[in-house]
């Protein structure tokens, strides 16, 4: 599982860029299989771009206000501003950005290289981070990305940080992605708020504790990319419920407080410690897939009849697949995709049909559905200074209606919010939002319930 470009990453870079940033992710290499032609149709001529590498326990990565080309003859691109850094380092979280005083040779562009760092002109040049394609020797066809670093040729010249190595062992799988780095600049502040939230938190709470649908317990099922903010959502509903800011189920960057299996949640109220009505089912993030180089076959007949295995194998995998979500799901009462707005621009495609295939298994079952935006404190400067501000935020505005679009679900059923992560004492507007989304949720869920019951004896189709 690689690491991945999390939010504190981002504010890494904001903070070594010297100010905030929004990152546009342009190009992942594990989608694509010719990745030096795909990264230079999705990155050439874009301006300032990151390039993280990411393996399971170490993430790194370069910097450069330069544009990538895919030029006819090698070059390398002079760079004041460009550096490489590293920012997990075996799973820590351990930044460090290494400089040059030599920008002659900040980045090398190349038809056949990907994001490649340092070095010089010369093809057989040694670089601090190279991403090269290469022929498998016995294959027409098969080509594969070899990602190389050997820092101190360009950046970190001066042996400032001694003995560093940004990759521990080149045959790891590493991936990588490329982001383009845009100012953060958008709010526009309108004088009449996109919605408003008009009953008081307490009033909230009551409805949900008075919440009693049925005698089981409702069941909410969570579903997530990784790093959404899933369990800092629960952490804050409870939070919210016990009156003070509860132990956290997650903390920044730690690789065991990552939600590797189901877990089902009960929230409890005040200080008796009433059991609420409802459970938060917490599911493991998903991930878009690593694309690793398939190994180049001497035969043809044996590379067709596996590549016919493969496909029977995966097609069978995701049948069953499909029928255990299905089975899972219709257990559940309700489903909220809980999405960080960072990603919504730029959604890989294999998440986006995770949710999907949930969509229309809950759509099938009449299953209400929701989404939690996360982390909107760090998409506008001004909401993060002033959470009240939230529905005078154009940004907030326009990101709720994207993402309706992206869902295809109502605006009304899409909900902002921020969730607890270093504070220490409770704040109204943070647990407003939480609560009102969790209310609007069961609301959801009692009219569904409602509606079923009016219409006995319908086929399910007319109900
Ligand atoms: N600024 C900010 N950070 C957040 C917010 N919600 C979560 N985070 C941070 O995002 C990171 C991931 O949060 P988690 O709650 O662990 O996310 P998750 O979906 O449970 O992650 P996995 O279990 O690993 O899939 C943590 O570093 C949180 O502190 C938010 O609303 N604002
Ligand atoms: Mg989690």
Request: with cysteine; aromatic share 8%; net charge positive.
């Amino acid at each position: 599982m690689a690491r991945s470009f999390n939010q504190l990453c981002k504010e890494m870079l904001s903070e070594w860029l010297g100010e905030r940033k929004r990152f546009k992710l342009l190009f992942e290499s594990a989608n694509e299989l010719n990745v030096p032609h795909e990264f230079h149709r999705r990155c050439d001529k874009k301006g300032p771009t990151v390039s993280i590498f990411s393996s399971d326990k170490n993430l790194f990565g370069g910097y450069t206000a330069a544009s990538w080309e895919a030029k006819p003859s090698p070059g390398s691109k002079s760079d004041r501003s460009a550096f490489v850094f590293k920012l997990y380092d075996q799973g820590s979280f351990d930044p460090r950005k290494y400089d040059t005083d030599d920008h002659n040779s900040s980045i090398y562009c190349h038809p056949l290289y990907g994001p490649t760092f340092g070095g010089g002109d010369s093809a057989s040049a040694r670089r601090d981070i190279e991403t090269k394609c290469e022929r498998r020797p016995l294959s027409r066809q098969d080509a594969i990305m070899r990602i190389k670093t050997d820092l101190g040729q360009t950046y970190n010249r001066q042996r400032k940080h001694r003995k560093e190595d940004l990759m521990t062992h080149n045959l790891i799988p590493t991936r990588f992605q490329v982001y383009q780095v845009l100012e953060d600049k958008e709010y526009t502040c309108m004088s009449s708020p996109w919605t408003t939230i008009s009953h008081t938190n307490e009033r909230i709470k009551e409805d949900i504790v008075a919440c009693r649908l049925s005698p089981d317990p409702i069941k909410i099922l969570l579903v997530s990319r990784r790093d959404a903010g899933q369990s800092s959502y629960i952490h804050s509903v409870r939070s919210a419920f016990r009156g003070y800011v509860t132990s956290t189920l997650c903390s920044k960057g730690a690789t065991e407080s990552r939600t590797s299996k189901w877990k089902e949640h009960q929230v409890t109220s005040g200080r008796d410690r009433t059991v609420l009505n409802f459970r938060l089912c917490e599911s493991p993030g998903l991930e878009a897939p690593i694309h690793i180089p398939r190994v180049a076959d001497s035969s043809g007949l044996i590379a067709t009849t596996f590549k016919q295995m493969k496909k029977l194998y995966s097609f069978a995998q995701e049948v069953m697949d499909y029928y255990a979500k299905s089975s899972h799901l219709q257990r559940m009462q309700g489903i909220v995709f809980v999405i960080d707005c960072n990603d919504i621009d730029d959604l890989p495609r294999d998440i986006k049909r995770e949710f999907d295939q949930r969509k229309e298994i809950a759509n099938k079952h009449k299953i209400p559905q929701t989404v939690l935006l996360t982390k909107i404190d760090t998409v506008c400067s001004v909401v993060d200074q002033d959470l009240s501000q939230i529905f005078h935020s154009s940004k907030i505005a326009d990101l709720v209606g994207k993402t309706a679009e992206l869902m295809g679900l109502p605006r009304s059923h899409i909900f902002p919010v921020k969730n607890y992560v270093q504070e220490m004492e409770l704040e109204k507007d943070v647990d407003r939002l939480t609560l009102f989304s969790l209310r609007q949720m069961l609301r959801f869920i009692q009219d569904r319930q409602c509606d079923s019951v009016q219409s006995p004896g319908l086929p399910e189709d007319i109900v």
